[in-house]
């Protein structure tokens, strides 16, 4: 890997990192931080996928393991999950967990079969 190539990625992971921020802070204030985790995990899944089905260029680097990455950070979920209200029941957060995990996948193989079938 090219030292071009590796400062992009690191640069894509950043710009991830702050969408996934940005949206969570634009849906938090309405009280729905969770369903700001959801949309960053899944959509970037599902763009990882869409990635991995496009034959390899200059891109596919940095594109999935930066900016996906960036987004997709599955111990971001862990932690935020951990936050909860004092009364909210553990096997709740472990099926919240379970459910972006599923839904994570299932973005990613559908995306995946989506632009396989355009490629």
Do not use: Y
């Not at 991830?16 to 369903?35: T, Y």
């Not at 971001?76 to 957060?93: C, I, M, N, S, Y």
């Not at 472990?94 to 973005?107: C, N």
């Amino acid at each position: 890997m090219s030292l071009m190539v590796l400062g992009l990625t690191v640069a894509l992971g950043a710009l991830g990192a702050v969408i996934r921020w940005l949206v969570w802070l634009s849906l938090n204030r309405f009280g729905r931080a969770r369903l700001a985790i959801a949309i960053v995990n899944i959509t970037g899944s599902a763009l990882v996928g869409g990635i991995a089905a496009l034959p390899t260029f200059d891109l596919s680097t940095p594109l999935s393991a930066g900016l996906c990455a960036g987004l997709t950070t599955f111990s971001t979920l862990a932690v935020q999950l951990v936050h909860h209200d004092e009364g909210e029941p553990p096997r709740k957060l472990f099926a919240l967990a379970a459910l972006h995990i599923v839904l994570g996948v299932s973005a990613c193989f559908g995306a995946h079969a989506v632009v396989s079938l355009w490629v």
